[in-house]
């Protein structure tokens, strides 16, 4: 048996028009000899009637503090109704179909609740389904805890639903069908020549994806990268291919072609909406304790850091800035002398070509000194460079980084 997993978010759902376009994949699937597994997220967006958001706004409006065992119900059920009507669908057009909530599809998670993480998928009952000829649509998001207990995978929970079982199924394909044609090199909105990426490694699109692009979850991602199966990221409203993700990029050996496994950087990623933190400290700060003891107040106040850096006399990082207040309460009573400020972006050039390769930081600061953008503060990996620059000068960032690594040509 051929399986295929199709994920299709809220956008691909919400209405009958749209849920035609998932009819037409599933058909197309089925004509190629795969029998389709669906992974569905809840209808629609923020103020759509079953999208998460709006149900959470139902429960708080009657008290602002909901259990988490109950939040979790409730987020549940946005993809729940999904499942059902995309059965109905689907029926509707003549294919037999059976909907299936995350814990009756297998999905067995520790008890995190609004956070879950993945600690077993047990598909039986999914291979069942297919192997009848019948297609399988599991409500994404959610599982359920060896105890019973409803839980959520929280932010892109659907897309880790659809990795986790396409690798527990041996899927030939997981596909993440949305509302864009694949990973472009940058988002549109600020380089509108960005185009689409015909294929990337599982290491580029976890960088992307880490550094702010928002098309699948690294978590998903990197479910599949252990399983080695392929990820497709593809429009759910039109036949294009998309975005191929795996293990290595092909090598095409036609003469005049580019080898794409050389690219150096493969796309620019982005996180808006930073402030810059910097700590000085006229005593060692290891040794003192005093980098230990701001890490550790952040971790337990669930602020996230990044960009991260510590010399003896200082200690300087980013956080976003819905958190800047917060972390700023929490650090005056530890150290009287902080700089806070706000009004910071990040600018991360991602490739796997980089490893190893001289010059690409140097590229980087030329690209941006030419365009007369002050770097405030820098980190690198093997597979992506980032810069802290002012939030006004993000979008010309991405401008002259994505034009000095060529990405505006086709990729």
């Not at 990337?200 to 928002?214: R, W």
């Not at 952040?298 to 990082?317: C, N, T, W």
């Amino acid at each position: 048996m051929r399986i295929i997993v199709q994920k299709f978010g809220g956008t691909s759902v919400a209405t009958p028009e749209a849920r035609q376009y998932v009819v037409k994949h599933v058909r197309r699937a089925i004509s190629e000899g795969f029998s389709p597994v669906l992974v569905v997220s809840a209808m629609g967006r923020k103020g759509d009637p079953y999208a998460t958001d709006t149900l959470i706004g139902l429960a708080r409006s009657v008290l602002e503090t909901v259990n988490p065992q109950e939040l979790d119900l409730i987020q549940s059920c946005g993809e729940i109704i999904a499942a059902v009507v995309m059965a109905q669908s689907l029926a509707a057009a003549g294919l037999s179909a059976r909907a299936f909530t995350g814990g009756q599809a297998g999905i067995v998670t520790d008890a995190s609740f609004t956070n879950a993480r993945i600690i077993e998928v047990r598909p039986d009952a999914v291979k069942a389904c297919l192997e009848k000829g019948v297609v399988a649509i599991v409500a994404g998001f959610q599982g359920v805890t060896r105890d019973g207990e409803i839980t959520t995978l929280g932010r892109g929970g659907s897309d880790t639903t659809a990795a986790a079982l396409g690798v527990a199924l041996n899927a030939e394909y997981i596909d993440i069908f949305t509302d864009v044609g694949g990973v472009m090199t940058a988002d549109p909105r600020l380089a509108p020549d960005a185009q689409i990426l015909g294929d990337m490694t599982y290491s580029e699109i976890c960088e992307m994806a880490h550094m702010g692009a928002k098309v699948v979850h690294p978590r998903a991602v990197e479910i599949s990268m252990e399983g080695q199966i392929p990820l497709r990221v593809r429009s759910t409203f039109d036949d294009s291919t998309g975005t191929l993700i795996s293990e290595s990029r092909p090598r095409p050996t036609a003469a005049g072609k580019e080898i794409l496994s050389d690219r150096v950087v493969t796309g620019i990623a982005h996180v808006a909406d930073v402030s810059l933190f910097k700590i000085e400290s006229a005593h060692d700060v290891n040794s003192s304790g005093l980098a230990l003891n701001v890490f550790q107040a952040l971790a337990q106040a669930g602020v996230s850091v990044d960009l991260i850096h510590v010399s003896p006399d200082q200690i300087s990082f980013i956080i976003q800035t819905s958190s800047h207040d917060r972390a700023l309460e929490i650090l005056r009573k530890i150290v009287p002398e902080i700089t806070a400020s706000k009004g910071y972006a990040k600018v991360s050039a991602v490739g796997a070509g980089m490893r190893g390769v001289p010059g690409v930081m140097a590229r980087v600061v030329q690209a941006l000194s030419q365009a007369h953008i002050p770097i405030y503060q820098t980190t690198d990996s093997h597979t992506n460079i980032s810069c802290l620059v002012a939030e006004k000068d993000l979008q010309r960032a991405v401008w002259a980084l994505h034009d000095e690594f060529g990405l505006n040509k086709r990729q």
